[in-house]
């Protein structure tokens, strides 16, 4: 099993331009997260999943959009990037939403917008 | 307000000695307690899981204690290792809701 799979690993963009990154999860997990992480600020969440066609707001859930309509995929679009959503993206997913299921992560994309 | 606090951001011990670890936190009740470790350039991978009724929770050379009184976890890497060298996460989820995490304590075993 791949577990969560996200691409792409690495992407520049300039600012103002829009992109998706996919997030592809192959454990049948009904729940689905995306986290920024900065250096100082730990992961933060952006945005949530709870199951197929549902989604919800993180912490910090402005600049960005997401979808989920197929069970395995998560996506994470940015309409109009700035250099401010300059960070490490990472995806996970758990099976349930209890505080005693783990969480699993991809290994993150790394996004530069200049 | 809600805080989770690890508080060393860097922690630099000798091989063979035990490395200890604390998560703090504040205006919390979590039921579970969760350890993750990540590598540079990976995303975490979860270690351990305590329960607020678990004093203490063991795998392998790891030890993770939790203090409901004190609201504190401490993460304990016995006979440590450069291997064991790694960022390690705290997190926690008030009741059915996403984990949060703290900022990790980047660690440093020196051979």
């Known amino acids: 099993n791949a577990g969560v799979t996200q691409t792409p690993k690495f992407r520049v963009l300039k600012t103002g331009q829009s992109m998706t990154l996919l997030c592809a999860q192959d454990m049948n997990h009904e729940y689905m997260y995306w986290y920024r992480q900065d250096p100082g600020m730990g992961l933060r969440l952006i945005h949530y999943?709870?199951?197929?066609?549902?989604?919800a707001k993180g912490e910090v859930p402005d600049g960005y959009n997401v979808s989920r309509l197929k069970k395995q995929n998560f996506l994470l679009g940015l309409e109009s990037a700035a250099p401010s959503q300059t960070s490490v993206y990472f995806c996970?997913?758990?099976?349930?939403?209890?505080?005693?299921?783990?969480?699993?992560f991809g290994d993150g994309t790394r996004l530069s917008i200049l | 307000s809600q805080k989770i606090e690890q508080n060393s951001e860097a922690l630099n011990i000798q091989e063979g000695k035990t490395a200890t670890l604390t998560c703090n936190y504040t205006n919390y009740s979590p039921a579970y307690l969760q350890w993750y470790r990540q590598d540079p350039g990976r995303g975490p991978v979860f270690l351990l899981l305590i329960r607020e009724n678990e004093k203490e929770k063991r795998k392998e050379r790891l030890k993770v204690t939790f203090d409901t009184t004190l609201k504190q976890s401490l993460f304990h890497i016995t006979a440590s290792q450069p291997a064991d060298s790694a960022t390690y996460l705290c997190a926690l989820g008030p009741g059915n809701t996403p984990l949060v995490f703290g900022k990790g304590t980047r660690l440093s075993v020196i051979a």
């Open positions: 996970a997913s758990r099976t349930g939403q209890a505080s005693n299921q783990p969480q699993h």
């Open positions: 999943s709870v199951g197929e066609g549902t989604t």
